[in-house]
Structures are given as C-alpha cells and as structure tokens.
T-cell receptor, first 117, second 113 residues
Framework: AQTVTQSQPEMSVQEAETVTLSCTYD???????LFWYKQPPSRQMILVIR??????QNATENRFSVNFQKAAKSFSLKISDSQLGDAAMYFC??????????????FGTGTRLAVRP | KAGVTQTPRYLIKTRGQQVTLSCSPI?????VSWYQQTPGQGLQFLFE???????NKGNFPGRFSGRQFSNSRSEMNVSTLELGDSALYLC????????????FGPGTRLTVT
C-alpha cells in the first residue's frame, strides 16, 4: 500500500516571502501521479498543482512549483511571493496510474500554512 | 459549468440512526469518489463509483455503502451511526476516472450525538 507523509504539521511565512512544504511518499509502483491540494477554512478542496511521475520536469503553476525527486520519493511544494490568501491546509496526495486504481487518492496528514502580514 | 454539489451541507444525527448524503458531480463527469475527513484519521478514501459500478472501496465497515445513478449522481449511506462517524464527508468527481484532476465538493458536515 502507498503511504504519504507530511512531517510539518504547521508552517508560517511572511507575506511576499517564499515557503517550502515537504512531502515524502512510499510506493513500489513506477507510474503514478502526485498532487498538492489546498483546503482553506471554507473546507473546499482545491487542486494547486500536479506532477506525473514519468515527467522529469518539475511542474509549475504561477507562484507554485514543485521539487520532484523520484528516487528519493520526495515531492515538495514551493510557494513564492506568499499572499494572505495562501493561508490554508495543504495536502499532498498520491494516485496510482494503474487503471484498476481509478481516482483513489491517498492523502498525507496535511500542513497548516499561516501567512503573516 | 456548475461545480460539484453536496447536500445537505450540515447534518446532526443521533447514534444508531442512519443517514444518506448526496453528491451531484460536474455535468459530464462519470466518476464520483467519497472521502471521510476527521481530525484524528485525516482524509480517508471511502469508495469510488464509475458508470454506476463501484470500482474501488476503502477500508471501512459495511455500515458505509454507496451507489451511483444513471445521471452520475451518487449517494452514500451510513447505517447504525456511531459517534466516530462524525466527520466532513467530501465528494469528488472526474471525467472518466482516469483524469488528471478531480474536483471536490464543499462537503457535508455530519455530527453524531
């Protein structure tokens, strides 16, 4: 079974600064997808960024980028120019690429990010 | 396009009762997944339905069940409620169950007293 570990329960960043959230995972599969989801106080889960394991290039979405290290099974999220609206719970998630796995996501325990004005 | 909707948004039930939660996916989406979120256990996968068939099931007791209708709307049912079933229940939909992206609904907050 796959597991996802987020070792930072809480993080804090100054507005306009950069912060990195850590995520490690364990799997015996070679093909899979990794995601970062954001859950603000409204509780609506929002996809921030995704990474296909077969792609060596790190994904980037505006101020959000990842550092994907497949051999180390590490998938960190970097938020640049942090904004007050980035304050939320961030979840790292894994999804197998196997057809039988469908849409099943395995989530980490989350990192609560606070943004200081 | 309307997003994923879940009803009701809040629910209070008594131990021993049963409850049914509903999820309407984004129009055209055929896959619906359910997750339970609690402070202690985090986010846990319950089950996934695709074209009215359960494709995957998480490690939950048989009191938790679900179904999907021909219009892709899904319901989940919890029978003989326990205090530990208090949670936020999230539903997510995707186009075909192999999509890159799942879209989540706002959740149903269930409180069992």
């Amino acid at each position: 079974a796959q597991t996802v570990t987020q070792s930072q329960p809480e993080m804090s960043v100054q507005e306009a600064e950069t912060v990195t959230l850590s995520c490690t995972y364990d799997t015996s599969e070679s093909d899979y997808y990794l995601f970062w989801y954001k859950q603000p106080p409204s509780r609506q889960m929002i996809l921030v960024i995704r990474q296909e394991a077969y792609k060596q290039q790190n994904a980037t979405e505006n101020r959000f980028s990842v550092n994907f290290q497949k051999a180390a099974k590490s998938f960190s999220l970097k938020i640049s120019d942090s904004q007050l609206g980035d304050a939320a719970m961030y979840f790292c998630a894994y999804r197998s690429a196997g057809k039988s796995s469908g849409d099943k996501l395995t989530f980490g325990t989350g990192t609560r990010l606070a943004v200081r004005p | 396009k309307a997003g994923v909707t879940q009803t009701p948004r809040y629910l209070i039930k008594t131990r021993g009762q049963q409850v049914t939660l509903s999820c309407s996916p984004i129009s055209g989406h055929r896959s619906v997944s359910w997750y339970q979120q609690t402070p202690g256990q985090g986010l846990q996968f319950l089950f996934e339905y695709f074209s009215e068939t359960q494709r995957n099931k998480g490690n939950f007791p048989g009191r938790f069940s679900g179904r999907q209708f021909s219009n892709s709307r899904s319901e989940m049912n919890v029978s003989t409620l326990e205090l530990g079933d208090s949670a936020l229940y999230l539903c997510a939909s995707s186009l075909n169950g192999q999509a890159y992206e799942q879209y989540f609904g706002p959740g149903t907050r269930l409180t069992v007293t």
